[in-house]
């Protein structure tokens, strides 16, 4: 088939996009695979025209119930994670395809009430987990399917992402002011709510199900991160910044090690062992033998077609894959790997891996939403999260004149902390640092010894907010910053903290 008609039809299927942020990066690909994005919607005024630039001809609004009025098919839904479920439910009910960003929802009973819509509307329902459809973890799956790797024993796959200090928007923008929130969702949401990424791909290369999970919980937190005052004092459970590891066995008997985390070090590393050889990346390096002293060695593969298509996009090629496999189930009837059910299993791991953490680890069934007595028992089940207010990290009556720029002065400060952390730890280990890397060691304390006028200006504003509201969780996460990242003593005499870099650098030219 070629690039110029990928499922033997010239018709094409008319997208809304609904969240311009993420939403907006589909948009280069979805002419490739039949699509026609026609229509956008957000509330954000500043995405909106963003999102005209790229799509000069479409109808754009701010109104989901007149956005969903339009001559649309399917909708992209790419908005705050913990609304997918209820805007997903609007969009089928008003008789449109729909292709979700994960996940697909954020409590059981909301995870029934979408199963049963798409059973009712007979729409086409899939989730846009992506990281499966890596060159590297398609091919895995293919040779599973040939028995390659024979049965899954165990897996070890992570997603370790540092997004725990959340003062902005994904398009870098702060977050909304006045009021002074940190970003909606992200500062408060558990990763184990996150599950998707790193069971994801085990999912689709073993063809297994998650039917168990445990987890335990993790009490100690990034710095910087806002926050509770700790589980056992509010119950408020810890957001992004905190690892979140769970045990999950599978169908066949097989155990998953799933680890989601926002750390001191991003990792995406792949361990997967079935009884005949196992696999682990990246690299991708194959063990074959059927034994512990197997012989290995490193593959790189491509995609089996549609390669030239799919190295254009996003996430390694993953965001390609979603869109073709949604475009080819509307188009040919072909089901795509997320589909609701597929989709609820994956969502389910981690909301229940997050109330094994609530009770200390106990073992908690994944159900199957396949089997509506299984959905009964969870109809009504609205467990969730408990979590701090992001509109509430000031008190109520705060003064606004020195909290209103609460997200940009945190988010210059994030900057500039990092940046002196980095510096000052790799002069403590530069007497060990390979000699190839020492000039990009050297180049980074240069460039912190220039801008620390400008850091310390951005730790002066933080400051004061702190000394204001020591108590408040905004405080407390900028008091973190400054202290125990940023060294703000020694930041604050900017005139002697720039001779000490002098004096380091000319030690070391």
């Not at 119930?65 to 609007?90: G, M, N, R, S, W």
Request: charged share 25%.
């Amino acid at each position: 088939m070629s690039e110029e008609n990928l499922f033997g039809t010239d018709k094409r299927i008319k997208l809304g996009i609904w969240g311009l942020g993420r939403g907006q990066s589909f948009i280069n690909q979805a002419s490739n695979v039949n699509i026609d994005v026609v229509a956008g919607c957000d509330y954000h005024e500043h995405m909106r025209n963003n999102f005209l630039k790229n799509c000069p001809d479409a109808f754009i609004t701010a109104d989901e119930d007149e956005f969903l009025a339009q001559d649309i098919d399917a909708v992209l839904l790419a908005t705050y994670c913990p609304d997918h479920a209820k805007q997903a439910i609007k969009a089928l009910k008003a008789g449109k395809h729909v292709l979700s960003e994960v996940t697909a929802f954020f409590t059981p009973a909301q995870g029934v009430e979408l199963v049963e819509t798409v059973e009712e509307t007979g729409k086409v329902y899939n989730m846009a987990e992506n990281y499966p459809f890596s060159a590297a973890n398609m091919y895995l799956a293919h040779l599973w399917k040939q028995g390659f790797f024979g049965e899954l024993t165990y897996a070890e796959y992570e997603y370790v992402h540092g997004v725990g200090r959340v003062y902005r928007k994904l398009d870098e923008t702060p977050s909304l002011q006045p009021k002074n929130p940190s970003h909606h969702w992200r500062v408060w949401l558990n990763y184990h709510y996150y599950s998707t990424h790193s069971l994801g791909p085990v999912m689709v290369i073993t063809g297994e199900r998650p039917e168990k999970v445990t987890a335990f919980p993790v009490d100690v937190l990034n710095y910087g991160t806002i926050k509770g005052k700790g589980r056992k004092i509010d119950g408020i459970l810890p957001g992004l910044g905190a690892f979140a590891p769970s045990l999950i066995q599978m169908s066949n008997g097989g155990v998953v090690r799933n680890l989601m985390g926002g750390t001191t070090a991003d990792s995406h590393h792949q361990r997967l062992f079935g009884t005949k050889a196992s696999a682990e990346m990246p690299p991708l390096v194959l063990k074959v033998g059927a034994t512990g002293s197997s012989f290995n060695f490193t593959v790189k593969p491509d995609w089996p077609d549609l390669g030239e298509l799919a190295t254009k996009a996003g996430h390694g090629g993953g965001d390609f894959w979603v869109l073709y496999y949604f475009a080819r189930q509307i188009l040919t009837g072909e089901k795509a790997p997320w589909d609701i059910y597929s989709s609820s299993d994956a969502t389910l791991a981690g909301i229940q891996a997050l109330r094994s953490v609530e009770a200390e680890g106990q073992v908690m069934e994944i159900p199957d939403f396949r089997d509506k007595s299984v959905r009964d028992r969870y109809r009504n089940d609205n467990w969730q999260q408990k979590h701090l207010d992001p509109y509430s990290i000031f008190p109520d009556d705060q003064d606004f004149s020195i909290t209103n720029e609460f997200s940009s002065v945190a988010l210059a400060l994030n900057r500039a902390a990092t940046k002196v952390r980095q510096a000052l730890d790799v002069m403590k280990v530069f007497s060990v640092t390979l000699p190839e890397q020492q000039i990009k060691l050297i180049n980074l304390v240069k460039e912190v010894r220039d801008a620390a006028p400008e850091y310390a200006e951005a730790y002066a504003k933080a400051r004061k907010i702190v000394d204001a509201y020591p108590d408040s969780p905004g405080g407390q996460a900028l008091r973190e910053l400054l202290v125990d990242i940023g060294e703000e003593s020694r930041i604050i005499d900017t005139d002697k903290f720039v001779a000490d870099l002098n004096n380091w650098l000319i030690e070391k030219n």
